[in-house]
């Protein structure tokens, strides 16, 4: 009979069972390191045309998903999952006139603009750095 996969969030400030064996004195405090069955799970780490890949993902999502209204959501790469939000805007404009003397009002698209709020992965650890970039990326 298999056992269940064991999971932990470890963070270095707190004490750590003996029998994983290395020192996570050298970790920093607030950064907190995943052991799964004893072994340290790394960070993902993305190179630069991932990134473009992640942020064209993001911004195909804003296109259909929210129909570049504006809203939220959550677009998944390569075990990181992001969450954006996006902001259409919109400008009140006049049109042409009828013989009657009225007129037509219309919304005219102005621009757009996306916030990054987190990058994420399974574990819940934060990607800062990849959010800055993706904002920039999408912006």
């Known amino acids: 009979m298999k056992t269940p996969k064991e999971e932990y969030a470890v963070y270095p400030s707190l004490s750590v069972p003996a029998r994983y064996g290395y020192d996570l004195h050298t970790k920093s405090k607030d950064e907190p390191i995943v052991v799964v069955c004893g072994i340290e799970e790394p960070k993902i780490h993305l190179v630069p045309s991932e990134l473009q890949e992640f942020?064209?993902?993001?911004n195909e999502a804003i296109t259909h998903d929210l129909g570049l209204e504006s809203g939220t959501c959550e677009v998944e790469y390569r075990g990181l999952t992001a969450s954006v939000d996006f902001y259409a805007e919109y400008e009140s404009s006049i049109g042409g006139s009828h013989d009657d003397g009225s007129v037509e009002r219309y919304a005219e698209y102005t621009g757009d603009r996306v916030y990054v709020r987190v990058v994420y992965d399974q574990y819940g650890r934060e990607y800062p750095d990849y959010a800055?970039?993706?904002?920039?990326?999408l912006n």
């Open 55 to 58: 942020a064209r993902q993001i």
């Open 132 to 137: 800055i970039i993706l904002e920039k990326q």
